[in-house]
């Protein structure tokens, strides 16, 4: 596929596509001449978002995320600004206008031109009331219904409005701009202008109402949650109060302690008891039992101060641990053991021992321990009845710990709701000092007409009308599978190409004058395109001479091709012969009507005289009749080799293809074959069979001639 061809093919359509373009542009014309003019009008609502003092408190907050949260604020107020509320009441607002004033925007249409003044007063009337509620239309009432569709007539219903409406912010700015276009200046105006104040009353009386609202309700929330909180801290003072209870922590430590140190003081003593026990069992073993009587009855007259002051001892050791071993009263334990100790010496100074026997300090030893044993086991006793009080008042401390643990508890969870409370209650407090803070800084007025778009439309119109035919004309020429040119036979069969030749225009040509003076300057071009193919055919015959020319199918100019083709020889002072050998269409015998016939020359192989003529002609006289049925191969090849001798060069028109066998009995006899192909036809599927034969005819197979072709491709 050639681009040169597409560009042919436009060339030949080229009056067509310039009738289109203009009319194209005329219609344009006429349709833009009537368009009304835009006009714009804009205004600018300041929101306070971008505004670095109402983010003081947030300053060290992250800067994207700041961002994030300054465009979705952005985003939430260009969403509240093309809510349907909003816009029915600006669609409300125009229809009151162009109902009531003597000046409207736009008149009624031809369905609505007719309503009477009752209808008309009903209609305002009911608008008047939807604008003052804020409520929409309900289309399943059928009054309501019927006036939405006077506001779908007149371009104000909410559609409509938002096809020309544009809300959005200025890049990075803190103001988002509003702009309406339509074909008076007034109305985009008052569009814009009702619109920016129907946003500032909702966000006044919903946003901000809602923000206050919040408020309040925290507010009374904090002091419900305050006083629940005192009131619990108030009940557990109570019952510690009630209870006698200080610091229940503090005193259930401190009895913990003290039992853990009279546990030690008794393990300590019993250890001790268990020592004086087998010391003092150790120095009775010493003694004989007339000793021991001896120095009993010896001592008796001691004993009773040594009791006493064992007594002594006893509630002093007793005082000393029901005070949790105070030091105040070890002093007076000490005193008292040093003066035991005097007294039983003194005891074992007079006489106590037997004189035969020395054993005063075991005696001593004695005593002393019987003494320290005793101490051990009362203090054991007095330890007993201290851990036994200990233990009572743990077991009293258990209940009060519970109750105070649910006391507690429930006054942190309270402390917690009360805290969560204040957070909210602060942070929603602050949020509504520093909201946003919203202003229409800059309201809309009728501005002027903007620059004319009709000529860009109409120029646009033949820009695309001309792109259209191109485009259409580029789809015909792709989904064209003719063959136009002689590459494209080429690619399509990939078999050699020996030339073209140009459609001859008019009357199909007598084959006797084709060559005539009065043809002439017709056949120009076709004879110098004609001389080129005949030098390739001699390029490709190399001293042969018997040339077979067919076809795929019928009517393709290849009897035309041969006729040519033996004038062009015989330009060149060549003895031609051309034999028709289309038995079942024998153009050229009817043509010509030569003296002899195919039938007879190869049955009886008559010798041809050569008359004044440049040309020698073998016709047939048709009918149902092949080669091979006039005569065997060996004989017709016998009169071939009579032909060569006599002829330069010998042309066959054979029949098409299609023909069966009948071209192929021909081409049996041949040297060369070349078949001629018409110029803009589709090389059908059923014809690709014939192209294999062709292949396989190898190096006897010359080459296509392409017949018809445009004059003008060839000369591209």
């Not at 001896?294 to 101060?305: F, G, K, M, T, V």
């Not at 084959?511 to 055919?537: A, G, P, T, Y």
């Not at 192909?677 to 090389?683: C, G, H, M, R, T």
Request: include cysteine; charged fraction near 25%.
């Amino acid at each position: 596929m050639e681009v040169s061809s597409y560009f042919s093919l436009v060339g030949r359509y080229k009056f067509v596509i310039i009738f289109v373009v203009l009319a194209a542009l005329v219609g344009s014309y006429f349709l833009v001449k009537k368009l009304p003019s835009d006009y714009i009008s804009t205004a600018q609502i300041a929101t306070g978002i971008v505004d670095a003092s109402k983010h003081v408190l947030d300053k060290d907050a992250n800067a994207a995320t700041q961002q994030e949260v300054i465009n979705q604020e952005f985003n939430n107020l260009t969403e509240i600004l093309k809510l349907k509320k909003l816009t029915d009441n600006v669609s409300y607002t125009l229809i009151i206008h162009d109902l009531t004033s003597p000046a409207p925007f736009h008149k009624l249409n031809h369905q609505f031109k007719n309503l009477s003044k009752p209808a008309v007063e009903h209609a305002v009337t009911v608008f008047k009331e939807k604008l003052q509620n804020g409520e929409p239309l309900s289309l399943y009432d059928k009054d309501e219904s019927g006036l939405n569709d006077l506001l779908i007539s007149m371009g104000y219903d909410e559609r409509s409005l938002r096809k020309n409406l544009v809300i959005e912010r200025d890049v990075e700015s803190d103001f988002i701009t509003v702009t309406y276009t339509s074909d008076n200046p007034e109305l985009s105006a008052l569009v814009v202008n009702t619109l920016c104040k129907e946003f500032l009353n909702y966000y006044t009386t919903n946003v901000k109402q809602t923000e206050t609202n919040a408020v309040n309700f925290l507010s009374n929330l904090l002091v419900e949650k305050r006083n629940e909180l005192n009131q619990k801290k108030d009940s557990l003072q109570e019952y510690k109060i009630k209870n006698g209870i200080l610091n229940l922590e503090e005193q259930s430590r401190t009895i913990y302690a003290q039992i853990l140190d009279y546990t030690a003081k008794k393990i300590q003593a019993e250890k001790d008891i268990e020592a004086y026990d087998g010391a003092i069992a150790n120095i009775d073993s010493r003694f004989e039992p007339k000793d021991r009587a001896y120095i009993e009855s010896s001592i008796s007259h001691y004993n009773s101060a040594i009791t006493n002051t064992e007594q002594q001892l006893h509630t002093l050791n007793d005082l000393y641990v029901h005070s949790g071993f105070n030091p105040h009263y070890k002093a007076s334990i000490d005193s008292l053991q040093k003066q035991l100790a005097d007294q039983i010496n003194n005891g074992s100074d007079k006489y106590i021992t037997n004189p035969l026997v020395a054993k005063d300090d075991l005696v001593r030893q004695k005593m002393t321990l019987e003494v320290s044993r005793d101490l051990a086991k009362y203090s054991v006793s007095a330890i007993d009845k201290e851990l036994a009080d200990l233990d009572a008042q743990k077991a009293r401390l258990v209940p009060f710990d519970a109750i105070i643990k649910t006391y507690e508890s429930d006054i942190t969870v309270a402390s917690q709701e009360y805290l969560d409370v204040l957070s909210k209650y602060n942070a929603l407090n602050l949020q509504s000092k520093f909201s946003i803070n919203l202003s229409q800084v800059e309201p809309a007025t009728a501005n002027t007409a903007e620059p004319s778009k009709k000529t860009l439309l109409i120029t646009l119109s033949g820009v695309i009308s001309l792109f259209i035919c191109l485009l259409v004309l580029f789809v015909l020429y792709y989904l064209d599978d003719n063959i136009k040119a002689p590459i494209d036979l080429v690619n399509k069969t990939q078999l050699p190409l020996l030339g073209s030749l140009n459609l001859i225009h008019g009357h199909a040509p007598d084959l006797r004058k084709l060559w005539d003076v009065e043809n002439r300057q017709k056949m120009k071009d076709f004879k110098e395109l004609l001389r080129s193919v005949r030098f390739e055919i001699d390029q490709e015959l190399k001293g042969q001479k018997v040339l077979a020319i067919t076809s795929l199918g019928e009517g393709e100019g290849k009897t035309l091709v041969a006729t040519s083709l033996a004038y062009a020889y015989s330009a060149i002072n060549r003895k031609v012969l051309l034999i028709d050998g289309n038995f079942n269409n024998p153009t050229i015998s009817k043509a010509i009507q030569p003296k002899v016939f195919a039938e007879d020359y190869f049955r009886n192989a008559t010798y041809i005289e050569r008359d004044g003529s440049a040309i020698s002609v073998i016709g047939n006289r048709g009918g149902d009749i092949t080669l091979l049925e006039i005569n065997d191969e060996k004989k017709i090849l016998d009169d071939f080799s009579d032909l060569r001798s006599r002829y330069d060069i010998v042309l066959i028109d054979l029949p098409p293809l299609d023909s069966l066998n009948l071209s192929k009995e021909w081409i049996l006899f041949s040297d060369k074959v070349v078949a001629v192909f018409e110029a803009d036809k589709v090389l059908s599927r059923s014809q690709e069979q014939y192209v294999d034969y062709l292949k396989h005819l190898n190096r006897k197979f010359a080459g296509w001639i392409l017949n018809k072709t445009k004059l003008e491709k060839k000369k591209k």
